[in-house]
């Protein structure tokens, strides 16, 4: 008797182990390999719809639930996407070269003064007043593609939206007009949007980051 019992244990753990969902590392990153993803209120279809993400899209994976979805980081709250429409992004496998152009290429190496962080929220910076902002990019992309931008958009390392080898950043149109280049404490602005911001404060840049 206590063979057989000892031996339906061990099967039930070898099944257990076959069947159990694979650990995901912290901070995982994934990309949307979907032309249009749902992201959800939570991990099933049934539950609301927060807002899409477009083909090539990147998201912040805080864990992964027992029917195949990740919970994500959506607009600074917590959503789902389901994990089939998701292709996980080995950071520490990117190509030498392409890390070399994001350090050499994108940062304001010239500038010697504060650099807008999260924590810092507005510095002065080369061109003038700075802060952020993290909003979905897809609909600015979209204008400046139709207006013959047509760049790659990815994330730096340290969470700024680049597109091409720009960041991406919102300003006064009247001041600095949709696809001109203004330095930055972070590196070379592409101008691709704007906002209500812009009206009261013209010289100011909005830099859209992930925080």
């Not at 990309?31 to 990147?58: F, H, Q, W, Y």
């Not at 204008?143 to 390392?157: A, F, K, L, S, T």
């Amino acid at each position: 008797m206590k063979k057989r019992l000892i031996y339906a244990l061990s099967a039930a753990l070898v099944v257990s182990a076959m069947t159990a969902v694979p650990a995901l590392a912290a901070e995982s990153t994934g990309e949307v390999n979907a032309s249009v993803l749902n992201v959800r209120s939570g991990d099933s279809t049934s539950d609301s719809i927060l807002g899409k993400l477009k083909k090539g899209s990147t998201v912040s994976i805080e864990e992964e639930t027992e029917n195949g979805w990740y919970q994500i980081s959506y607009n600074n709250a917590t959503a789902y996407v389901s994990d089939q429409y998701i292709t996980l992004i080995d950071e520490e496998s990117e190509d030498a070269e392409d890390a070399e152009i994001t350090e050499e290429d994108t940062y304001n190496n010239d500038w010697d003064g504060p650099v807008l962080t999260r924590r810092a929220g507005t510095v002065q910076g080369p061109s003038g007043k700075e802060t952020y902002y993290n909003l979905d990019m897809s609909g600015v992309i979209r204008i400046m593609q139709n207006q013959g931008y047509d760049y790659e958009y990815w994330v730096r390392e340290d969470g700024v939206k680049m597109y091409g080898d720009y960041i991406m950043c919102a300003a006064n149109l009247n001041v600095h007009p949709r696809g001109s280049l203004v330095e930055s404490s972070l590196g070379t602005c592409i101008v691709c949007d704007t906002g209500g911001f812009a009206s009261g404060n013209p010289n100011q840049l909005d830099i859209a980051v992930t925080w």
